[in-house]
């Protein structure tokens, strides 16, 4: 038994995920969570809003609303929907929390102490009439390379120019229209990465373990050479910053967003949280595993142990990095804004979780940028869910239902069909469980699907519904192994699926197991388990079948391509 922390990058606290977001870490965040606890590992699976920042005050203006209710608000609604989505968080914070200020100052605290914090002058834009300094979104204006009006100052949406306000032509603050644009001095604090370079490359350099992808992103930033970096904002939202002079200035949102992976921890685990995050406290037999796209790579591999290094005190620090590559609608972007692709409340009122669970893990852009197509999301949830899984638990269930008075039945003895299927599991389970222990979901949910397959070849073979007019026993092993073998399915499938698992696992007197314990041992054992006459229930049909006119629907909804 280990104990595992698992972190999943935080959503943005604007607005509600797409299908993209919930698969590019929190989605398999949730299945590999699931699998350590089936191992019996102790799991702590962290997430939480990342909560600050421009856009969060820019969206609660649009909303009308006051920038700490609209947080709250929107908070509420990622909670809801990743409970929908069966996201088995052990805590989903808020980096707005009381936790995350305290241990944000501790560590420019910390940092400051060390000498690795030094005080500059910048010069920003500044506009009397709204009283403060206007972040670079916050003002807008004319384009200077195509002309546009409404370009942000930090980018032409029109023409994709990258912008500073002071290019911008006519600019004005996008929070009062006011034209009394003017820069001034201002002061802010700099963490000096360039200090840090050298420890961070070598830290870098003792994961060789790490895939070639992430260790080239770290590398490639490291070459670059670490720029110092401002760790202050002039807003009013955010951590406060304890510092003469600094009173309207606040922390800048990507220092603060990741400590809030070691702030949830704490609020989760108020008196035991030093033993996931302080080597000092036991950490050291802790491992961290995040998840993340690819996007974040520089992040979690550079700037966050920046700060964690330079804090000089003994925090742990990332062992396995997943990253993911792009999920895309159609080959290309979800947009909000535009009403593309599928946002994970809408999921929700077309199809049941687990559809979408098993579709996305089963295709997750692990390799490279994949293709949502509402097309091959019907396919998986016809042929894999319902033909194959859902077909071979209710067809045995019926049948023994109908047969054998719906109890375990007794007699026969197995012969090589049961045989072939032993040594066949023996091998796929095997190989199941080192993919997911390697945290490769494609391959690992390939060979769930070959045993989905291998119960209903295993039927074929046995074909109980022929031998029971000629053989009953024969007909009675059949069947009695192929009812061991779905609950021995839903065991192998409670991390992707586990609604569908908790549901099949009830129908042999398992109600309620959070996290139904990891089969250990061989098939042959694995396979008999369940008692001589032992009631088993005959389900509903676990998997309804994505018709025709379903697909037009959706297709109409959410603005797939016409000619895809
Ligand atoms: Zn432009």
């Known amino acids: 038994m280990a104990r595992i922390l698992i972190t999943s990058a935080l959503p943005y606290i604007n607005g509600i995920k797409h ?3 919930l698969v590019g870490s929190m989605l398999p965040a949730d299945v590999y969570a699931r699998y350590c606890r089936a191992r019996g590992h102790e799991v702590a699976y962290i997430c939480a809003t990342d909560e600050h920042g421009t856009p969060a005050e820019l969206a609660a203006r649009k909303a009308g609303q006051d920038v700490a209710a609209y947080c709250a608000e929107q908070h509420e609604i990622q909670k809801a929907a990743g409970e929908g989505f069966g996201l088995s968080y052990n805590h989903f914070g808020r980096s707005s929390s009381e936790a995350n200020h305290e241990l944000t100052q501790h560590f420019a605290a910390r940092l400051e102490a060390e000498g690795f914090i ?12 709204d009283g403060r300094f206007l972040p670079d979104r916050y003002v807008e ?3 200077p390379n195509c002309g546009f009006e409404k370009a942000r100052g930090d980018q032409c949406d029109n023409c994709g120019k990258l912008l500073d306000p002071t290019d911008l032509i006519d600019p004005y603050s996008a929070v009062s229209g006011a034209k009394d644009i003017e820069v001034r001095d201002t002061r802010h604090l700099y963490l000096l990465q360039s200090k840090l370079e050298g420890e961070v490359r070598a830290w870098v350099d003792s994961h060789p373990d790490w895939p070639l992808l992430t260790r080239s992103i770290a590398k490639k930033w490291l070459d670059e050479g670490l720029r110092d970096r401002s760790i202050t904002r002039d807003l009013e939202w955010g951590v406060p910053v304890n510092r003469e002079g600094f009173e309207n200035k606040v922390f800048y949102v990507w220092f603060d967003a990741p400590i809030e992976y070691i702030a949830a921890t704490k609020e989760w685990d108020t008196d035991g949280w030093e033993r996931w995050w302080r080597t000092d406290q036991g950490a050291d037999d802790t491992r961290y595993v995040q998840f993340m796209g690819k996007d974040n790579v520089a992040f979690h591999t550079v700037s966050f142990p920046c700060t964690q290094i330079g804090s000089r005190e003994p925090w742990k620090k990332v062992d396995t990095l997943k990253s993911l590559n792009w999920l895309t609608w159609y080959g290309g972007k979800f947009s909000t804004s535009e009403g593309r692709g599928i946002f994970m409340d809408a999921a929700l009122e077309i199809m049941p979780a687990d559809a979408w669970r098993w579709y996305l893990m089963a295709n997750a852009p692990e390799s490279d940028d994949t293709a ?6 019907a396919g998986a949830v016809n042929k894999d869910l319902a033909d194959v899984l859902g077909n071979l638990v209710n067809r045995v269930t019926r049948f023994n239902a109908s047969r054998f008075d719906g109890v375990v039945p007794d007699g026969g003895t197995v012969g090589e069909a049961e045989e072939a299927l032993y040594a066949e599991l023996d091998r796929r389970i095997e190989a199941y469980t080192g993919h997911l222990e390697a945290i490769d979901f494609r391959k690992a949910f390939a060979e769930l699907r070959a045993i989905w397959v291998s119960g209903n070849e295993y039927l074929q073979v046995a074909a109980p519904w022929t031998a029971f007019k000629t053989d009953p026993e024969k007909a009675a092993v059949g069947v009695r192994t192929a009812l061991n073998l ?6 192998l499938s409670a991390p992707v699926i586990p609604f569908t698992a908790a549901k099949i696992l009830s129908i042999f007197g398992r109600e309620g197991e959070e996290a139904p314990a990891w089969p250990e041992g061989k098939a042959k054992d694995l396979l008999s388990r369940l008692e001589v006459g032992m009631p088993i229930e005959a389900p509903d049909v676990l998997f309804k079948k994505v018709e025709d006119e379903d697909l037009a629907a959706w297709s109409e909804r959410f603005g797939a391509p016409k000619d895809a």
């Open 486 to 491: 779905i609950q021995l399915i839903a065991e």
């Open 141 to 143: 204006g004319t384009c």
């Open 118 to 129: 030094e005080e500059r002058t910048d010069r920003q834009v500044y506009s009397p009439t």
């Open 19 to 21: 299908l993209g977001n």
């Open 372 to 377: 949502f197509t509402l097309e091959n999301f």
